[in-house]
């Protein structure tokens, strides 16, 4: 059973995965810290606005995501990396696409909750 840490942190993941899948720009917008870097496995960079911007306008859909691997590490008092591998089914400008990546993410932790603040995905060698 993981810690409380752990716990939370990965509670926060989950609510950001849900979110994605059910493209709900108001609950990104609460998970995800307004420094947002977000770096697709494809080497382009979103931040907040962009990444936003584009989920609202169905130019990124995310079908499916699974987690596996997890490792949570935290660095300080509200500031931790998760990392992990990620298997996502994700339509771009309506391609849809497969990715099995290694992912790390930060997250930073205010009074209410942990917010998003970096996220680097790799594609796994085929």
């Known amino acids: 059973m993981p810690d409380p840490f752990t716990s939370s942190l990965l509670a926060a993941e989950h609510r950001r995965c849900t979110a994605m899948l059910a493209n709900s720009v108001e609950e990104l917008d609460a998970l995800l810290d307004p420094r947002l870097m977000f770096h697709h496995s494809n080497g382009a960079v979103d931040d907040k606005p962009t990444l936003m911007a584009k989920m609202a306008a169905g130019r990124i859909r995310y ?31 309506g391609l849809e696409k497969r ?26 060698p085929a």
Request: glycine share 6%.
């Open 99 to 124: 990715l099995d990546n290694r992912v790390l993410q930060v997250w930073t932790q205010s009074e209410d909750d942990w917010r998003l603040v970096a996220f680097q995905s790799t594609p796994m």
């Open 63 to 93: 079908v499916a995501i699974d987690w596996s691997e997890e490792q949570a590490v935290q660095l300080a008092d509200g500031a931790a990396v998760l990392g992990g591998r990620m298997l996502t089914v994700v339509s771009v400008e």
